[in-house]
């Protein structure tokens, strides 16, 4: 636990030292305010549902890109020599180094908040689904950096790893379309996997159980399977 | 302190180290020697956890790598042959880090970063970051990391690469002075240094072990035997077996035969290199055995050789196909 918050700390020390954070945040800022003062100027509604839908989708494009590094860059410059034969568990070092990517997150999240400040200035916003959609919006955004940690656990290149994690996203985006295609309950089944699905209720301010057990457990699975990648390195090379 | 036991490492169909036994004493400085990829860095990563085995055990301080790899890998530091530092760090957060990572009590920390600060000379570069620093005290930060935490075993992989010479002398000072305290395992394929430092040498070769001895007792297999080189022409294997039982020589070796040789009887020339005793000079027993025979000298000499030579060949024996079905007799 302790040697989680080792990693976790170095991690977001380096995310902030570097330029990644500030670029990425910015274009995620940049592109979620645009989203914003279109919808406010065409709805003419005090709420955040249509800006979430946008920024849930921008954030799927981001969010490889600041983790591609996490795990890639170790194995590249031989870091990992220091982490694996120190007495730290793998778990810890992805749990850690996946938590920093996900506060770095919610920083840009934060960011976002000064939208709420300009609707409730300016208007009478309906509280209940802006609280329910930064809920969904950190679930979603916490899936999307699961998936991406997970992609860097495969590779030493980044670039390999950004591709990978944007490839496993997009998949899981595309499979809600599935339920037009396919009829009944398989199509029904397939399309319960798409991370944007479980989205559309958050936005609704409808916070469902079984929403964020689905999140929940997606981030479990593809941390574990980075455990488990970076585990089987050993034997192989 | 460290033993392995039958290890082997294979990377798909090629084999990285077959059957490796060797150990260490608690105190000792362990001298690992081969050419490039005989499969020095894969026995170290075996050790420190980074690689798994396909076979064989190793122990550390009494602890299984494999079974029980956190209590080994707290009684380990280790240098891997590129230091694993972050750039982006100063000197100072990092070995903050690294203590935190090996699970040194805050109380201690400072205590055990001022020992290695000054063990390795660091003070000029302590707060400067590691991306600006020369690749001297990049090598001496990797070292300080692997001394954090005072383990009992060091395993040190190529710790004088790509310094300079003053730089070299320093590294094998600190290194030489752990010893006793520390049990070390440290690899080069430099001769010398290992000489310098170790007090015993492991040389290894395509992954296998060539030999393990004290670079004195390398020496003394130099200075204790005189290498004669012999050109005879004559039948290849009863020139071979007819020049080892003679009295003083302890091996010999084939290095070249020409294709007439090959055929029994008939003679071509037999080049072979004798290991022989200092005390007694075989030349004139030599001599008079093949006149009898009618098998003519064409050249004898005596050969230097050096403690690099011995490496050489302990370790490109298997190159030379035809010498593996020399036995050796004395």
Sequence with gaps: ?????????????????????????????????????????????????????????????VAPALTMRLLAEEKKLGTDELLLTSPVSITSIVVGKYLASVLTYLVFLAATLVYVAVLRHYGNPDMGPIYSGYLGMSLLGASCLAAGTFASALTENQMVAGVVGFGILLLFWILGWVSAAVPGPVGHAISMLSIL?????FQKGIMDLSHIIFYLSFIFVFLFLAVRTIDSRRWSA | MIEVKNLTKTYGRARGVEHLTFSVEQGEILGFLGPNGA?????MRIITGYLAATSGNVKVAGYDVFEDPMEARRRIGYLPENPPLYREMTVRGYLHFVCEIKGIPKARRAGHIARVVEACALGPVYGRLIQNISRGFKQRVGLAQALLGDPGVLVLDEPTVGLDPRQIIEIRELIRGLGGKHTIILSSHILPEVSMVCGRVVIINNGRLVAV???EGLARRLRGSRCLAVRVRGPRDEVVSQVGSLAGVRSVMLEKAEAGALANGSGGEVLLSLETELASDVREALFFRMAELGWPILEMRFVDLSLEDVFLRLTTEEKLEDASEVAASA
């Design chain 1, 1 to 61: 636990m302790l040697k989680t918050w080792s990693i976790f700390k170095r991690e977001v020390a380096s995310y902030f030292l570097s330029p990644i954070a500030y670029v990425m945040g910015a274009v995620f800022l940049l592109l979620s305010g645009y989203f914003f003062s279109i919808i406010l100027m065409a709805t003419r509604s005090a709420g955040l549902q249509g800006t979430f839908g946008n920024m849930a989708v921008t954030f799927m494009f």
């Design chain 1, 197 to 201: 699905k479980h989205f559309d209720d």
């Design chain 2, 39 to 43: 499969g020095k860095t894969t026995t």
């Design chain 2, 213 to 215: 001895d004290t670079p």
